[in-house]
């Protein structure tokens, strides 16, 4: 190697190194990668990183995914690394969906040179701002120099990045590294030399995690106390205390989204139930509130959705990140203050006599009236695998659950639980994308048995998830609903024209017992209720299990809108 290129391989060791370390400093506990040479800088300073976890998974929209279920499971930041090309194309839906939910990823995409771009170099595209508008931040960072001055822009860029990405409105940002060849010294890589006046200590000295400081309400709040029926509509990221306290505070109904905690609380004013509660005319036309409080984003019933548009009633919305969560772009006053903030501050509401009562009483008789269904029903039907989870599943366990009917279907018939159940999934872009590999990432975090509820189309869209098998730690049982297509569509008005069947439906006849042997994992198929109970409820410790739940698309429809159709005053 000659004085030039040993010259360029120690610059780019160091700024591997000065990435890895400062990461590391920030909080940054994983990196999740796919092969590559031009990220080899990055990678191999991670790997020689003691306090970071490097996990190798092949394919690049698998490793972003799998990454948003470790940031969901963690809290923390979690670094994402890839080669140049059309491999960071690859991590634009992971990018998408943590943009949209607010998940801190810190893409970090390796490039070619100026030299080599618009040349046909070969895995050379146009990455910058790649992402546009779903990344909080971009920056491309200049080609490696082996200088204190060169190491330092670096080291604040990173920070900078990861303040970004973990503050009052958290998602991913894109650092882009263009590196020359070599990337390193093979002696060297474990413990690559760094500038005569460097000094680790020093250098990371002022590096720390961000403090969060607590946002001071300027709203006057007594104009609250003009209101004496209260509705609270609690999204995911409301914790199930502060929705309970700012519920009592108001003597409200908290009508839970399908991942908020409230539904794993005991609050005496939860609401599960209102997607049937607002399907029945006498009792829609029974509970108009006053003024309604949501908390977050709004839960995915369309059902509700309607019934706040034609309220027109005085909204308050409240969003840490003070982003704009109101789809409805109701008459509204936009509060951007953390939840405890807010909780902390309400007044205590007098409340009318019987208001929150109308509501529980309400649902404590559709609640019977449901379960006695759900009694009936014998044949597989994938709403009755929802009704079931949330009666069996552990205590203290995770269930990522898949969007399209899965999601849907929790919203309208998981029954509320008392333990420590936590509830997960994509829900900024709802898209089906990565759903597997966000499941792994959570299981692989947590240290908890976890669980997926996923449609076959969702299962099968990210299959790749499972090439993740041999570097994935944690129990993963992944419950694939196979109607043998696109249920969801089945609702819709386009499901009584001919094309249907070819165009929406997308049905499929993949053997998913045949993928999951290619694969090496345990797949079972029950065929009644009992045999399904028990494989649930047999703990796996280690390792991915698939328990495939074959249904009829046809008559789970007709299922699913009779127990809808269910009312308190029908």
Not at 225 to 248: M, P, Q, T, Y
Not at 319 to 345: I, Q, T
Not at 369 to 375: D, I, N, P, W
Request: charged share 20%; hydrophobic share 40%.
């Amino acid at each position: 190697m000659n004085e030039s290129s040993l010259t360029n391989a120690r610059a780019t060791q160091a700024w591997g190194t000065t990435l890895a370390r400062t990461l590391s400093a920030l909080g940054v506990r994983h990196v999740v990668f796919s092969p590559g040479s031009r990220s080899t800088p990055l990678i191999l300073a991670c790997e020689a990183c003691k306090d970071l976890e490097t996990l190798p998974i092949l394919d690049e929209r698998s490793a972003g995914f799998y990454a948003i279920g470790l940031a969901q499971m963690s809290k923390k930041p979690v670094a994402v690394v890839c080669t140049s090309g059309t491999a960071p194309a690859n991590l634009l839906p992971a990018a998408v969906e943590a943009n949209m939910s607010g998940i801190p990823l810190l893409l970090l995409t390796a490039d070619r040179p100026p030299e080599l771009r618009d040349c046909q170099a070969g895995q050379s595209i146009d990455q910058t701002k790649l992402f546009g508008t779903q990344v909080r931040w971009f920056h491309e960072l200049s080609l490696p120099r082996f200088h204190l001055d060169a190491l330092s822009y670096l080291r604040q860029t990173i920070v900078q990045a990861v303040g970004t990405a973990t503050g009052s409105n958290p998602g991913p940002v894109h650092l882009n590294f263009p590196f020359r060849e070599p990337f390193f010294v093979e002696e060297e890589w474990t413990n690559p030399p760094m500038p005569a006046e460097f000094a680790w200590d020093h250098f990371l000295e002022q590096v720390s995690p961000q403090v969060a400081t607590r946002t001071q309400l300027m709203e006057d709040f007594s104009m609250f106390e003009n209101f004496r029926r209260w509705l609270v509509v609690a999204g995911e990221g409301c914790s199930a205390k502060n929705a309970e306290v700012i519920s009592e505070k108001l003597g409200a109904p908290v009508l839970a989204d399908a991942f908020s905690s409230v539904r794993e609380s005991v609050s005496s004013h939860r609401i599960l139930r209102f997607e049937n509660l607002l399907r029945d005319d006498i009792f829609r036309s029974e509970v108009t509130p006053d003024a309604v409080l949501s908390l977050g984003s709004l839960p995915t019933s369309k059902t509700l959705r309607s019934w706040l548009s034609e309220l027109d009633s005085p909204t308050w919305v409240a969003e840490p990140s003070g982003c704009n969560v109101d789809g409805l772009h109701r008459r509204s006053v936009h509060l951007a203050c953390d939840f405890e903030a807010l909780a902390d501050s309400l007044p205590k509401i007098e409340a009318d006599y019987g208001w929150l009562e109308s509501w529980t009483k309400a649902e404590a008789r559709l609640e019977t009236k449901l379960s006695e269904a759900f009694a009936q029903i014998t044949n597989l039907f994938e709403g009755k695998v929802t009704h079931l989870l949330s009666e069996i599943l552990p205590d203290d366990c995770n269930l990522v659950v898949a969007n399209s009917m899965p999601v849907r279907d929790v919203e309208w018939f998981w029954q509320g639980g008392k333990g420590k159940r936590r509830l997960w999934g994509n829900r900024g872009a709802n898209g089906i994308d990565g759903t597997l590999s966000t499941a792994l990432g959570v299981a692989h975090a947590s240290g908890s048995q976890t669980f997926l509820l996923t449609g076959d189309l969702a299962f099968l869209h990210d299959a790749n998830g499972l090439l993740a098998k041999n570097v994935f730690q944690g129990s993963l049982t992944v419950v694939v609903v196979n109607n043998h297509g696109g249920g969801i569509f089945e609702n819709l008005p386009i499901a009584n024209l001919p094309p249907f069947e070819k165009c929406f439906a997308t049905p499929q006849e993949v053997n998913i017992s045949k993928l999951c042997e290619a694969h090496g994992i345990t797949h079972a198929k029950p065929d009644d209720w009992a045999t399904f109970e028990d494989f649930i409820r047999e703990p796996l410790e280690q390792g991915i299990r698939v328990i495939e739940v074959v249904t009829d698309r046809k008559s789970d429809v007709e299922t699913r809108q009779n127990l809808l159709s269910l009312g308190p005053s029908t």
